[in-house]
């Protein structure tokens, strides 16, 4: 009896044992095969195109991705103080040692004879770029004809004096800033006449072709391409201002004196009434403390009158040199660096015109009976600018129907606050 028992419980342990061996070899089969088919998972991945990756080769991807995601997570430049907008990204690939091509031939004439580099030519350096407005276009050459001395002799007065604005695709196009521009000189008290003494100059070839078909004087400026709107403080808008720069020296180095206006300026009365006879230049400002002669004012030359005589000259030298001083920034930044060595040193005579009578957005009296200019400034934006003018041109037409009486009563205004108006 007792020997049939222990027989039995061999027989128990046995297939106990058999059992534990059993499981043993199945787990260890199942690991094995999940390894083998990781590795089928990893050699179909975009890990791998054609083989599994080394643990090495995929560090080393993973850091291309971190470096990567580093970089687009760089932050973009601080915003400048006051009201001026960011930086394009555009900005920030102008400051690096080399460029693309490619994308110059966006930010300046797509036909401009530059060729992309050979593989053992040097890429142009930033310098060359940021100075694409001297370089000349020779599809715009032909068919474009340099006939800037023709319109000047047509559109002078007997004094030499022109009158001269600058206009793109975007502030021609119908029912845009060139159309307000002209009309408030058909609307002002005696400025209708100064459209015979205005020079168009188009920065592109379709606002030449708007031009032509609304004005006698338009002029193409060669080996330019600034067609859309240029923001406030990007690199396109450098550009364009300090083109605009090198065109007026050019201008009073042919013997002419020039009122340049930019195209978001209202003409409301005779502006040359408030010039002084004694000045070199006369300005109109952003900001103006009081006193006509202190360079403490903030100019806005987009409103500039200036004679021409050889220290003017040489200013718009000093000016266009002093560009690289202070960079990057706008010719009207730069002017306000060198205006103190402009009175001081150059001892050029500098009327800064008062706003109560050349106003603006930034700064202005409210007061029809005053108003010479208005100026869309510390405004950005072609939208807002078009809001406001429009609405302050509709204001002047009825102020031209109240009588003489009814306006001495007390100052007439126009209607606040617009978008950029206050």
């Known amino acids: 009896m007792m020997k049939k028992e222990s027989t039995s419980s061999n027989n128990l342990q046995q297939v106990i044992s058999f059992l534990l061996g059993a499981s ?63 930086f394009s990204t555009k900005e920030s690939e102008r400051n690096e040692t080399s460029y693309s091509p490619s994308k110059e031939s966006e930010a ?50 007997k004094e030499k004096n022109i009158i001269m604005t600058s206009v793109n695709e975007a502030w021609a196009a119908p029912d845009s800033l060139l159309g307000l521009f002209l009309e408030s000189f058909h609307s002002g008290e005696d400025t209708e006449h100064f459209l015979n003494n205005l020079i168009m100059i188009t920065l592109d070839p379709k606002a030449f072709e708007r031009c032509k078909a609304m004005h006698p004087f338009c002029y193409m400026l060669k080996g330019a391409n600034f067609a859309g709107e240029k923001v406030y403080m990007t690199s396109d808008y450098f550009d364009l201002v300090w083109t605009k720069v090198k065109l007026q020296q050019r201008i009073l180095q042919l013997g002419y004196n020039f009122l340049f206006t930019d195209v978001d300026i209202m003409w409301f009365r005779n502006p040359f009434e408030r010039f002084a006879p004694d000045a070199d230049i006369s300005t109109s400002c952003d900001f103006f403390f009081g006193d006509e002669n202190s360079p403490w004012n903030f100019p806005n030359t987009g409103f500039l009158y200036v ?105 007439v205004s126009w209607r606040v606050p617009g978008i950029c108006m206050h």
């Open 24 to 86: 043993v070899a199945s787990v260890l089969l199942f690991f094995i095969l999940s390894a083998n088919r990781g590795d089928r998972y990893i050699a179909n991945s975009s890990w791998s195109s054609t083989s599994t990756k080394s643990a090495q080769e995929i560090l080393s991807s993973s850091s291309d991705i971190i470096q990567a995601t580093d970089h687009a997570k760089t932050p973009l430049p601080k915003k400048p103080k006051g009201d001026e907008t960011k």
């Open 108 to 157: 300046t004439d797509r036909s401009s004879p530059l060729k992309e580099p050979e593989k053992n030519e040097t890429k142009s350096s930033p310098k060359e770029f940021e100075r694409n407005e001297t370089k000349l276009s020779t599809t715009n050459e032909t068919k474009y004809s340099d006939n800037l001395e023709d319109l000047l002799r047509k559109a002078a007065t």
């Open 307 to 411: 004679k021409s005589n050889p220290k003017n000259i040489e200013l718009f030298k000093y000016w266009h040199e002093s560009r690289d001083k202070f960079p990057p920034n706008h010719e009207q930044w730069v002017f306000n660096q060198i205006k103190f060595d402009v009175v001081n040193r150059m001892q050029l005579k500098i009327q800064f015109l008062s706003t109560t009578y050349n106003m603006g957005f930034c700064n202005s009296t409210k007061d029809f009976d005053k108003l010479y200019t208005m100026h869309a400034n510390c405004c950005v934006g072609i939208g807002a600018k078009m809001h406001d003018l429009r609405m302050l041109l509709d204001d002047w037409n009825r102020y031209k129907t109240i009588t003489k009486e009814e306006r001495k009563k007390g100052p």
